[in-house]
């Protein structure tokens, strides 16, 4: 079973100046997100420096209310993220903490977390972006690696099983879309991890896309790999951004290739028996992070500004 689903625009980060988020405050937002989607992943809300502000202290307010959301709407729930190098909160990149303290603090985190929604997220992006491009573990940047060792990879996701025994736990990245250096290394630490009986359910591609280089013609081939390893697959984070011309309107011939790019995706995932999540990053160009992440670049969505869907939308649509 397929669903498909978007990141929800619930505030935060890129969109920060423009509060109250459109998850909130654009009825126009809401109706469409409730009727075009199956799934849904907070775009920031369980983030640590949005969900854990404090050590200690959670703040579940926009996660709580987009987790209601999906259940009102009858949509699956994808949990992002718990381990990241990435938006921690400056309480915890910059405190002064012993390993022992800051282990604790992991396992509060996914306790609290995880347990929070239990039985009622379908997946977990348990470890997000822990290696780089040529498949090296993040162990500078990602502070529970460089503190704790890569141990802690494991730990967490059997602290997230046992917080919450029927979500499907994740391993998720961006550039691992392809067979290659940073794809293998998933593989084979996966491999051991699943050796070592590590609760690993899933691996998933971001699949973050620019129609300036060429679609990644592995997909479906890397994404078997993993299926069959008995794992879960999923692409997350669709989208195909592209450089804007001087008028900032996309060209009828990027359009097109965007289109070709979202339906290869789509055709990759349906090609996989348990791929089971095709999952684009945002659903409009009005609240995308694309303009303000890549300078220059834009349109990376499947609706316009105006919510008026473009040929991406038809493209996926007749894919299905
Ligand atoms: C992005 C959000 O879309 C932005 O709002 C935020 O400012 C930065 O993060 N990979 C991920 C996502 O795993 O969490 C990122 O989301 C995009 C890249």
């Known amino acids: 079973d397929l669903v498909i689903g978007t990141a929800v625009a619930g505030g935060g980060h890129h969109l920060e100046q423009d509060y109250p988020d459109p998850f909130t405050s654009d009825k126009e937002y809401r109706k469409l997100l409730a009727r075009h989607f199956s799934s849904v992943s907070a775009e920031n809300q369980m983030k640590w420096e949005y969900i854990h502000p404090a050590r200690g202290e959670y703040d579940f307010g926009m996660a709580d209310a987009i987790v209601e959301f999906a259940e009102r709407h009858g949509q699956d729930v994808r949990g992002h993220t718990l381990f990241w190098h990435s938006q921690n909160p400056a309480w915890l990149e910059e405190g002064d903490f012993t390993d022992e303290e800051l282990r604790e603090i992991l396992h509060d985190h996914i306790t609290t977390v995880v347990g929070r929604y239990e039985g009622r997220i379908d997946q977990w992006d348990v470890a997000n972006e822990i290696f780089d491009s040529s498949g090296e573990l993040r162990t500078e940047e990602n502070i529970w690696i460089r503190e704790l060792g890569p141990g802690i990879i494991a730990d967490a996701f059997r602290w997230a099983h046992e917080a919450d025994p029927s979500a499907e736990l994740y391993f998720n990245d961006y550039g691992v879309e392809d067979v290659n250096a940073k794809s293998d290394a998933y593989y084979e630490l996966i491999r051991e991890l699943l050796a070592d009986d590590v609760p690993v359910h899933g691996f998933s591609a971001q699949v973050h896309l620019s129609t300036q280089y060429g679609f990644p013609g592995?997909?479906?081939?890397?994404?078997?790999?993993?299926?069959?390893?008995?794992?879960?697959?999923?692409?997350?984070?669709?989208?195909?951004?592209?450089?804007?011309?001087?008028?900032?309107?996309?060209?009828?011939?990027?359009?097109?290739?965007?289109?070709?790019y979202y339906e290869q995706a789509l055709s990759a995932c349906l090609g996989v028996e348990g791929c089971g999540s095709f999952t684009i990053w945002g659903f409009t160009d009005k609240y995308s992070w694309v303009p303000v992440f890549f300078e220059g670049e834009g349109s990376a969505t499947i609706m316009d500004g105006q919510f008026t869907p473009k040929p991406s939308y038809f493209a996926l649509k007749s894919t299905l």
């Open 218 to 260: 592995s997909l479906e081939e890397n994404l078997q790999r993993f299926d069959d390893l008995g794992l879960g697959t999923a692409l997350t984070e669709v989208d195909v951004r592209m450089r804007l011309p001087e008028s900032g309107e996309p060209t009828p011939e990027q359009l097109e290739q965007q289109a070709d």
